[in-house]
């Protein structure tokens, strides 16, 4: 069992600056993949995010491209997402979610359901 833990989130004017941190205990953490995740009242969630186990590889949905950058720290066990020009679209509960994985493909890993442990969210609330 992997735990992940989040946190981070709280409320923001439009074009501010968060930074989510995700926890993640109870295994090997660099035999992950890790994705961060969105989800708004009412939909889906949606990938924003994801990362190799040793972070040399990222990719990112074209929504936060240029405004993201997800980051991990394998000897702290925690994988990070920096958010820069937040926008009211933003808005949403974000996750992190784990996939044991050592390879790597790129433009892979965007569906919540291919992985296999969540986090419960933090809320990230941008005002307009």
């Known amino acids: 069992q992997v735990q992940l833990v989040e946190s981070g989130g709280g409320l923001v004017q439009a074009g501010g600056s968060l930074r989510l941190s995700c926890a993640a205990s109870g295994r090997t953490f660099s035999d992950y993949i890790m994705g961060w995740f969105r989800q708004a009242p009412g939909k889906e969630h949606d990938f924003v995010a994801v990362v190799n186990w040793s972070g040399t590889n990222t990719d990112y949905a074209d929504s936060v491209k240029g405004r993201f950058t997800i980051s991990r720290d394998n000897a702290k066990n925690t994988v990070t997402l920096q958010m820069y020009s937040l926008k009211p679209e933003d808005t949403a509960v974000y996750s992190c979610?784990?996939?044991?994985?050592?390879?790597?493909?790129?433009?892979?890993?965007?569906?919540?359901?291919?992985?296999?442990?969540w986090g419960q969210g933090t809320q990230v609330t941008v005002s307009s």
């Open positions: 979610a784990a996939l044991r994985s050592k390879v790597y493909y790129r433009g892979s890993y965007s569906r919540w359901d291919e992985y296999d442990y």
